[in-house]
């Protein structure tokens, strides 16, 4: 079962505009992770937060975690034809290290 | 330095085979992690690998099968193949377990058709 879900489902922006991408997960975790898969490719790691940061950034990226909303969000500003990809957001808790996926934010750029 | 690798990057099988997909992870990677892929069903955890042990698996069928070599690659088994196992198989390593974890570092995939 998907431990996240990511809203919007899609997204279509202008080049230059800024993205906001949306996931809720369901149990306490012990960090969050964004991660960007292009065309069915393999998927790439992003940024990582943990349970105790609210909010992290990693050049165009930010992120925020509200664990008391079991919520997370990621902006990417100034977008680019580049960043066209789909967007997962990730969760581990408990115990082990199994990364649980959401179902995806599908995102277009257009330019 | 050389990413997680995976073989074959396509594979097309007969309904009823068995088929074998390969990952080598980064190196230094002690565990490795296999998720599907499969059209409209997001990633599905199917196994994690650690130390030469099986450590967790997903909600798959026994059919569903792998191992970790001493130098830490991995083998996934599918056998009795069905139509609904065509999908991406994604492999991916990462350093060893804790409670922060750490990202996972991925290959490309290997498309499995059943046919």
């Known amino acids: 079962s998907q431990q996240g879900e990511e809203d919007p489902q899609a997204l279509s922006i202008q080049e230059g505009e800024n993205a906001t991408m949306n996931c809720s997960y369901k149990t306490s975790i012990n960090n969050l992770q964004w991660y960007r898969q292009n065309s069915g490719r393999g998927l790439v790691h992003l940024i990582l937060i943990r349970s105790n940061e609210r909010e992290k950034h990693s050049g165009r990226l930010r992120v925020t975690l509200d664990t008391s909303k079991k919520s997370s969000s990621l902006l990417i500003t100034a977008s680019r034809a580049a960043d066209t990809a789909s967007y997962f957001c990730?969760?581990?808790?408990?115990?082990?290290?199994?990364?649980?996926f959401g179902t995806g934010t599908q995102l277009k750029v257009e330019l | 330095e050389a990413g997680v690798t995976q073989s074959p990057t396509h594979l097309i099988k007969t309904r009823g085979q068995q088929a074998t997909l390969r990952c080598s992870p980064i190196s230094g990677h002690t565990s490795v992690y296999w998720y599907q892929q499969a059209l409209g069903l997001g990633l599905q955890f199917l196994l994690w690998y650690d130390e030469g042990e099986e450590r967790n698996r997903g909600n798959f069928p026994p059919r569903f099968s792998g191992r970790q070599f001493p130098n830490y690659s991995s083998e996934l088994n599918v056998n009795a193949l069905e139509l609904e196992d065509s999908a991406l198989y994604l492999c991916?390593?990462?350093?060893?377990?804790?409670?922060f974890g750490y990202g996972y570092t991925f290959g490309s995939g290997t498309r499995l058709t059943v046919v």
């Open positions: 990730a969760t581990l808790y408990g115990g082990g290290n199994k990364l649980t």
């Open positions: 991916a390593s990462s350093l060893a377990t804790g409670t």
